[in-house]
Structure formats: C-alpha cells, structure tokens
C-alpha cells in the first residue's frame, strides 16, 4: 500500500514512520558524539586528564542529550520512563559502548605515548579511536532501541515497523 500524501510520496505507507525515527536518532546520534567527544577533547587535552576518566566525562556529557533527544524527539515517549522496559536496556546499550570506546581511547593513549609527535596530533589520535566504537555500532544501537527500548509489542508489528496511529504512542 502506497502513501502517496504530501508527505508520503511513493514511500510505502509502513516505512515512512521507520524512515523518520532512523534519520531523527541520526541526528540525535551526532549531537550526542558531537558533546560526547568535546568533552572528551577537553578533559584530555586541555585539562590533561587521562582517557578513562576524560572517556567517562564525555560518555555521560553525551548520554544525557542522547537519552532526551531520543526518548522524546525521535520516539516521542513522554511522561514518566518505565525502568524495566526503558532505563535499564537503555543503560545497558550506551554503557556498553562508553566502556569500548574507553578502552579504545585507552589503548590508542598507550600507542600515542611512544609517537614523536605534536600534543594536538596525540589528542586527535585518541580522539579519534575514542568516537569509532560509537559509529561501529551505531546502527546496533538503532535496532536496539527501536525493537527493545522504546518498543511497545502491542502497537508494533514484528516485521512491518510501528502501526501506531497518531497520537498512540505519546
């Protein structure tokens, strides 16, 4: 069935909904990166602190306008989050990737350590390995909250997305 609505296009009907949440977490993913790793740069290159603790400054400077750009913009969740179903998955999914991407910057602050190279080189390097666990797993992370986080089993469809009217899933 074809959605052919001023906003629907030639898309199907089932996908525009699925569409839209996966360019929202898109763009909520790269504000949260974007916090996540200024903070990181700060804390380790300009305050001088080492990648485990500048890693856990930018893991929770990113995951708190991760948590609300996602659970209120992208799959329009208000009111109270339900602790089982939502916080703790959600928990589990971004602590998972901060304690990657700790470690990466981690073992990229070891193999820095030995390069004859500039402080702003060394900084971007571990940078740089600090942010690749959250692209690697960034479409993992989109299923995850799409099928477990912020799924609700009665409104959605196992293969077809949401089939949610308007309105259902505030």
Do not use: C
């Amino acid at each position: 069935m074809l959605d052919r609505s001023e906003e629907g296009g030639d898309l199907p009907a089932w996908r525009r909904p699925l569409a839209l949440r996966l360019a929202k977490f898109t763009a909520a993913s790269a504000v949260a990166a974007a916090v996540s790793e200024i903070a990181f740069i700060l804390v380790y290159g300009a305050l001088g602190a080492g990648p485990r603790v500048a890693g856990v400054v930018a893991f929770l400077a990113g995951a708190i306008p991760n948590w609300g750009l996602n659970r209120r913009w992208t799959w329009r969740r208000r009111g109270r989050p339900r602790l089982s179903r939502e916080v703790l998955p959600y928990v589990a999914v971004v602590i998972s990737t901060a304690v990657a991407a700790t470690a990466l910057g981690g073992v990229a602050d070891g193999w820095v350590r030995g390069l004859e190279a500039s402080r702003s080189l060394q900084v971007a390097l571990v940078a740089i390995a600090y942010l690749l666990p959250y692209g690697g797993v960034f479409l993992l992370k989109f299923v995850l909250f799409e099928r477990v986080v912020f799924s609700d089993q009665p409104l959605r469809s196992p293969t077809a997305g949401s089939r949610a009217r308007p309105g259902e899933r505030g």
